[in-house]
């Protein structure tokens, strides 16, 4: 179990919000944390400024930190404070080979014709939140970050979840960025896409309740 009074940060994917992980927080406790372009319209600042504005969030401590698709290279740049004691990291991105807007495209459609038909009111209306100009400005920012070169110095537990079905956050990504983590760890939700931490409520809170806090448990102190 996790550590007594460890809390779980969720900072939701690119145009994302609350809405996102409200079948999630059912299930196990979580605090989300809104930032530009995930889930605030506004100016996007950097990466580095987007991390530090979350370190801004983080309390007391400890903390473990949970990003979904491209929110997963910010709270991997927060990640070296000392209050947080562990990443869950669904769906991450960016695999390198779909920075190119033809790259992206192909792999979007082809998860999304794997997604649940039923979210896709519920995550327009969140994109509609967010805004066109805040969602393509996050892109712009974090696109470029190494996420795995991240990883490598990331001494807490990494876990990365991915569904079986997800083509932006493919296998051999997936399990690229377990490697580069010191401690890193693969789990993947059978028949699930992108979208798990809004079709897949379970699987998740199981990885939150359990599996990364077996990790968090070990740690020293």
């Known amino acids: ?25 059912q299930r196990c406790d979580a605090t989300v944390v809104l930032l530009p372009g995930m889930g605030l319209p506004g100016p996007v600042p950097g990466l580095d400024e987007l991390a530090a504005r979350l370190r801004g969030q983080l309390g007391e401590g400890p903390v473990l930190l949970v990003g979904h698709s491209q929110s997963c290279q910010v709270v991997a740049a927060a990640a070296d404070d000392p209050r947080v004691t562990g990443l869950v990291l669904l769906g991450p991105t960016t695999d390198p080979r779909l920075r190119s807007a033809a790259g992206l495209v192909g792999r979007w459609l082809a998860t999304a014709l ?66 580069s983590a010191p401690r890193g760890r693969l789990v993947e939700v059978p028949g699930a896409a992108h979208m798990t931490v809004q079709t897949h409520p379970d699987d998740v809170a199981r990885v939150l309740r359990g599996e990364i806090g077996d990790l968090v448990a070990t740690e020293p102190g």
Request: glycine share 6%; with cysteine.
């Open 1 to 25: 179990m996790p550590q007594p009074g460890a809390r779980i940060l969720l900072v939701p994917g690119l145009g994302l919000d609350a809405r996102s992980s409200a079948r999630l927080r």
């Open 114 to 179: 794997a997604e649940r038909v039923w979210q896709l009111p519920l995550v327009v209306a969140q994109w509609w939140r967010t805004g066109p100009r805040a969602m393509a400005a996050l892109w712009r920012r974090a696109a470029p970050d190494r996420l795995d070169q991240r990883l490598a110095s990331v001494a807490v537990p990494v876990i990365v979840v991915r569904g079986t079905r997800d083509r932006l956050c493919p296998s051999d990504w997936a399990r690229h960025l377990v490697r």
